[in-house]
């Protein structure tokens, strides 16, 4: 796919579409094998570039990774080498090859990583993390250096509910000696998938009340045969792409058990969906969208990745609607570019909420105040990361014209290459430049 697309928008999305595999769950599933000598087979892979990233971590320290359509085999019965690949950098996922490496080879370097530019998500929760289990850390040119004689249980205090932080200290805990608590964990949908398949392997993991994960250290681990959950956040784009355009769209694949705070907010919105035997069918509805107010939090709150396409969707409700994001400081960046297309947004870094949040008096604009409806119109924008990018594509779906949507890349990273062929089968107009 070309780095910019065109958009002829201002038309219902009609149709059916089928998600993926989950890309907040697929990459840490991946890097998960590591602990194995034994072959792992990945199910519902999906078809985004985050997976070949991830591939080449693997292989680059003595993993086998073979790819069949949506199936991925996975086979590392030593490691070659402890240097994690430098293209790492990209998803900040050389941080969850820490703990692999350390059971495997009692060594790891990996690069600072960078990621998506919504927040600095500071890998302290991790190297402290690992620390108390029996890890040294050095930071030298750019790069960690871990090492360690065998990591073993603890009991960790978590800040904050971080879920790459909770997935590494999972990971550690899994071959480590002893008992590990894990307190103020997240508890995503995803770290429960990544949970399931590390039990299938013969890890020891339980969930306790209030956020409380044990895992009991076990010697070894073996392979496993494993289906990826659906993409939730994928769910949730082509969900408000079908709502925010007037349009009525099947969603193949979504769950219920995974949105359903989503959907309460749908519902609150004035938006219909309705449960069917293979997805959710997303639809505008009879009435005009309300405006609400809404905070991003932890699972079981709104998802913050949820946020960027219902400010979107938000300024075609009537009315004002106040956003209040929890989980990341710096995360209204792309709602200027949605100024430009017309969208009356102000941000502010006063908490506009009810819930305790870590950001309160920093000088963080983590909220922001939406005035609607207004009608959108077309331009040229550059996406700066996966979820704003989505957003974009759906402002640009809504706004009358043709919009102009440079930085490709990020999309195809989140959503995969296919992204656009799912939506020009639901009548989005695309051409690519």
């Avoid at 990583?113 to 998500?121: C, F, L, Q």
């Avoid at 709150?301 to 300024?315: E, I, K, R, S």
């Avoid at 974009?392 to 656009?420: F, K, N, Q």
Wanted: aromatic share 6%; glycine share 10%.
């Amino acid at each position: 796919m070309k780095n910019t697309i065109s958009i002829t928008g201002g038309k219902p999305l009609h149709g059916t579409v089928t998600i993926g595999g989950a890309k907040n769950a697929i990459s840490k599933m991946m890097i998960a094998s590591l602990l194995t000598d034994q072959p792992v087979t990945l199910r519902n892979v999906p078809d985004i570039s985050e997976v070949d990233i991830t591939a080449d971590i693997l292989e680059a320290v003595g993993a086998r990774v073979i790819r069949d359509g949506n199936e991925l085999n996975i086979h590392t019965p030593k490691i070659t080498n402890t240097k994690v690949a430098k293209q790492s950098r990209q998803n900040r996922l050389s941080v969850l090859a820490i703990s692999p490496l350390l059971h495997r080879a009692g060594h790891a370097e990996l690069p600072l990583a960078s990621g998506d530019n919504i927040g600095p998500r500071p890998v302290n929760f991790h190297i402290n993390a690992l620390k108390q289990m029996g890890a040294t850390f050095e930071e030298k040119q750019g790069e960690y250096d871990a090492q360690t004689t065998g990591l073993h249980g603890a009991t960790i205090h978590l800040p904050f509910p971080t879920v790459m932080g909770t997935e590494n200290i999972i990971l550690a805990a899994t071959l480590a000696k002893g008992r590990t608590y894990i307190h103020n964990a997240a508890i995503e949908p995803e770290i429960v998938d990544l949970i399931k398949m590390l039990q299938q392997m013969g890890a020891i993991i339980e969930f306790r009340a209030n956020r409380v994960i044990i895992i009991d250290g076990v010697e070894r681990l073996g392979g496993v045969d494993f289906t990826v959950m659906p993409d939730r956040m994928e769910a949730a784009s082509y969900a408000v792409a079908a709502i925010a355009t007037g349009g009525d769209i099947l969603v193949k694949g979504a769950k219920q058990d995974d949105m359903i705070t989503f959907l309460n907010t749908l519902r609150r919105v004035g938006a219909s969906y309705q449960i069917e035997s293979d997805g959710i069918r997303f639809a505008r509805g009879n009435q005009p969208l309300r405006g609400i107010e809404l905070e991003t939090d932890t699972h079981p709150g709104f998802m913050t990745d949820w946020q960027q396409p219902m400010v979107v969707l938000l300024t075609q409700a009537q009315g004002m609607s106040v956003i209040h994001e929890t989980v990341f400081e710096d995360r209204f960046g792309y709602t200027e570019a949605l100024r430009q297309m017309g969208a009356n947004i102000g941000v502010f870094s006063k908490c506009l909420g009810e819930l305790h949040c870590r950001f309160k008096g920093k000088g963080y604009k983590h909220s922001a105040i939406i005035g609607g409806a207004t009608p959108l119109t077309a331009t040229d924008i550059e996406m700066p990361d996966i979820r704003a990018g989505m957003a974009y594509v759906i402002a640009a779906l809504v706004a009358p014209g043709t919009s102009r949507l440079s930085g490709v890349e990020h999309l195809i990273r989140g959503y995969g290459p296919t992204v656009t062929d799912k939506l020009s089968a639901i009548g989005a107009d695309f051409s690519t430049d």
